[in-house]
């Protein structure tokens, strides 16, 4: 009999934690879905995001960042100008130690979500090549399509 309870319970244990992971999914994307009603929206996207207190940046197929936030620009050294005018590929950025990044933001343009974790200094990949910065340590990212107008 002890040996059903045990199966019973981790059965019951097991079944919690799917709705716990379930919840969580739901979560993420209420929160992706707001986004991209944000994003649609610009002039209420752009004050949100602006104050969002971790980095974000927008990017389009091409790998040009199209939008960052202030958190982003303090974090890497990085001028406005520097977007406005398209200077920060993220494709030219990629390397052996980020690939893992490039995978994740080709993902998105296929409609694909991916959290990375574990990430160490991924905000140096967008920092000047002359800055020494010392960023906080943002060690995971979440990468999601935004859609616009156009699909």
Not at 114 to 123: E, S, V
């Amino acid at each position: 009999m002890s040996g059903n309870k045990t199966k019973e319970q981790l059965l019951a244990e097991l079944i919690e934690f799917q709705k716990l992971l379930e919840e969580k999914i739901e979560t993420q994307d209420r929160m992706i879905q707001k986004f991209q009603v944000l994003s649609q929206n610009e002039g209420l996207f752009s004050q949100v995001i602006h104050y969002f207190p971790y980095p974000l940046v927008e990017f389009t197929q091409d790998g040009v960042i199209k939008m960052a936030n202030q958190v982003f620009f303090t974090e890497t050294n990085r001028d406005p100008v520097d977007i406005s005018e398209g200077r920060i590929n993220m494709l030219s950025r990629i390397t052996t130690e980020n690939y893992e990044v490039l995978e994740s933001i080709q993902g998105t343009f296929s409609g694909e979500m991916k959290l990375l974790r574990n990430l160490i200094a991924p905000l140096s990949m967008f920092a000047r090549d002359n800055d020494s910065l010392n960023p906080k340590n943002y060690g995971s990212a979440i990468f999601f399509p935004l859609t616009g107008s156009d699909g």
